[in-house]
C-alpha cells in the first residue's frame, strides 16, 4: 500500500461549483498535511499548511485533516477557471526533513 | 519563484553525457532539497540537504551526485545521463525551524535524455 493515496481524476466542474480534493495516507506518524497547486509547465506552489487534526481556512480554501480516519481534504469555494490545476497532497512526520506527496488530481474549471 | 532559481530551464542529452542542474535561493534557509516529477509517478526525492555541508539519499538517488556548494547553492549532477532520466527535476526550499517541512519550489528544469 502507498503512503499516500490520491485520486488523479481528471475532475472537471463548472465555474462556481464546490469542488472536493481527497488523500488517504497510512503512516499514523504524519502530523504536518499541505496542499501544493501546479499550474501547467510550473513548479508546485503551497497552497495550505495544517498541522495535526483540524481545519484551516483562507479565503475561499477550506483544508481538513482528520488523523483518526487518516484523511485530508481540500476544499474550493465558489471554483474559479483560474483554479484549473494540478492539486498535490504532501505530508511528513516532522522528525526528519521529508515530504511525502500524493500523485496529485487535475481538477478543471469550466467557464 | 518562490525564491528558488533553476538552470537551465530545458535541456537535451545524448545518453552517457554529463550535466549539472543549478539550483540556487535567496531566502538564506538551511534545507534545500531535489524533486524528479514523471507522469503518473508523481515528485520522488531525490536528495536532499538539511544544512549547509550536509546531504542524504532521498527515495531515487541512484545515477545521481549533489553538491552543497554553500547555503545559497545546491547543484544536481548527472554523471551519464540515462533515458530513464528523462524528467522534470525540482529544487526545492524550506525553514529551517518549526515549519521546516514546508517547502517551496522552484520553476523546474525539463531535462530529455536521447
Known amino acids: 500500500q502507498k503512503e499516500v493515496e490520491q485520486d488523479p481524476g481528471p475532475l472537471s466542474v463548472p465555474e462556481g461549483a464546490i469542488v472536493s480534493l481527497n488523500c488517504t495516507y497510512s503512516?499514523?506518524?504524519?502530523?504536518?498535511f499541505m496542499w501544493y497547486r501546479q499550474y501547467s509547465r510550473k513548479g508546485p506552489e503551497l497552497l495550505m499548511y495544517?498541522?495535526?487534526?483540524g481545519n484551516k481556512e483562507d479565503g475561499r480554501f477550506t483544508a481538513q485533516v482528520d488523523k483518526s480516519s487518516k484523511y485530508i481534504s481540500l476544499f474550493i469555494r465558489d471554483s474559479q477557471p483560474s483554479d484549473s490545476a494540478t492539486y498535490l497532497c504532501?505530508?511528513?512526520?516532522?522528525?526528519?526533513?521529508?515530504?511525502?506527496f500524493g500523485k496529485g488530481t487535475l481538477l478543471t474549471v469550466n467557464p | 519563484n518562490a525564491g528558488v532559481t533553476q538552470t537551465p530551464k530545458f535541456q537535451v542529452l545524448k545518453t552517457g553525457q554529463s550535466m549539472t542542474l543549478q539550483c540556487a535561493q535567496d531566502?538564506?534557509?538551511?534545507?534545500m532539497y531535489w524533486y524528479r516529477q514523471d507522469p503518473g509517478m508523481g515528485l520522488r526525492l531525490i536528495y536532499y540537504?538539511?544544512?549547509?555541508?550536509?546531504?542524504d539519499k532521498g527515495e531515487v538517488p541512484n545515477g545521481y551526485n549533489v553538491s552543497r556548494l554553500n547555503k545559497r547553492e545546491f547543484s544536481l549532477r548527472l554523471e551519464s545521463a540515462a533515458p530513464s532520466q528523462t524528467s522534470v527535476y525540482f529544487c526545492?526550499?524550506?525553514?529551517?525551524?518549526?515549519?521546516?517541512?514546508?517547502?517551496?519550489f522552484g520553476p523546474g528544469t525539463r531535462l530529455l535524455v536521447l
Open positions: 504532501a505530508m511528513s512526520e516532522g522528525s526528519n526533513y521529508k515530504l511525502t
Open positions: 503512516n499514523s506518524a504524519f502530523q504536518y
Open positions: 495544517t498541522y495535526s487534526s
Open positions: 531566502m538564506n534557509h538551511n534545507s
Open positions: 540537504s538539511a544544512s549547509e555541508g550536509t546531504t
Open positions: 526545492a526550499r524550506a525553514l529551517e525551524t518549526g515549519v521546516r517541512e514546508t517547502q517551496y
